[in-house]
């Protein structure tokens, strides 16, 4: 009698916990937060960005969306050592960053680190949940830098069939063009 009491006061307790508590990580708050680098990013004021979440990372020195959104930045004024750092730095504090895995490879393929570049990309891959087509057409491409041809070709038709036209411009050339005869 006491526990089927006991019991009967939890449940209400819960389904109250459950609708009070906040469900947002803490990346989802970040974004919001740092709403105004993140429209400075998406417009192209890289420059800004920069300033706004170098500052940023300094008042939040743990903070996932403002390393990664600095390493944005320095990936595209070409700091590749500086947006591996700050990649590197924002997923250490959270590693389901699937954006934050794609520009790693880009930064890795930058300078030239094949086998880097396809761990970051393979783990973007694997993030988007095989739906992106950008993670697939960059991880074939630095499958196709360490001649890894038929698993190159595979994650470019995939990329083909989500859309992407610059896999299917990869996919019509050499060494993926079947036309030439092997004897």
Known sequence: MEISLLVLLFIPYLIIKYYLTDHETKAEKDLKRFEEGVSLVKNGNYEEAFAFFDQMVKANPKSAVAYALR???NLHDENYY????????????DNTLADCYLDKGKAHMAVLEFKEAFR????????FR???????????????????????ERDFQRAM???????????????????F???
Not at 120 to 127: I, L, M, T
Not at 130 to 152: C, I, T
Not at 161 to 179: C, K, M, W, Y
Request: proline letters at 3%.
């Open 71 to 73: 390493g944005k930045c």
């Open 82 to 93: 500086s947006a591996l750092y700050d990649f590197s730095q924002a997923l250490s504090f």
């Open 120 to 127: 970051e990309f393979d783990k973007a891959v694997w993030f």
């Open 130 to 152: 095989n739906v992106n087509p950008d993670a697939l057409r960059l991880r074939g491409m630095a499958r196709l830098r360490m001649h890894q041809f038929v698993q190159s």
């Open 161 to 179: 069939e989500l859309g992407d036209e610059d896999a299917r411009v990869i996919l019509s050339q050499a060494p993926f063009n079947h036309t």
């Open 181 to 183: 005869v092997v004897k």
